[in-house]
Nanobody, 126 residues
Framework: QVQLLESGGGLVQAGGSLRLSCAAS????????MGWFRQAPGKEREFVAV????????YYADSVKGRFTISRGSAKNTVYLQMNSLKPEDTAVYYC???????????????????WGQGTQVTVSS
């Protein structure tokens, strides 16, 4: 089992920045992929970014490319999502997720992730 705990959400003005953290526990994550998703009210959960825990290429949704950065922290089992130039349309609950196996074809699919955090609210005011 893997437990994921997000933090760092809050209220920010448009153009501002936030950094979300995801602390993982329960087992080693060397073979996992760590993703961030978000869900706005009345909308489906959508892919934001993903990173292999062991290192490698990162992938982003087109809507956040160039503004968000996913990274692994120096702290044990921590993944970050640095969000810059935030827009009101970025407002959502942001979820951290872990997957044992992904491909470029499947990495954006919610059903490909095995473990989920409880989410953290990000609100961007205009």
């Amino acid at each position: 089992q893997v437990q994921l705990l997000e933090s760092g959400g809050g209220l920010v003005q448009a153009g501002g920045s936030l950094r979300l953290s995801c602390a993982a526990s329960g087992r080693t994550l060397n073979n996992y992929y760590m993703g961030w998703f978000r869900q706005a009210p009345g909308k489906e959960r959508e892919f934001v970014a993903v990173i292999p825990w062991s290192g490698g290429n990162t992938y982003y949704a087109d809507s956040v490319k160039g503004r968000f950065t996913i990274s692994r922290g120096s702290a044990k089992n921590t993944v970050y999502l640095q969000m810059n130039s935030l827009k009101p349309e970025d407002t959502a609950v942001y979820y951290c997720a872990a997957s044992v196996s992904l491909s470029i074809r499947t990495m954006r699919r919610v059903d490909q992730y095995d473990y989920w955090g409880q989410g953290t609210q990000v609100t961007v005011s205009s």
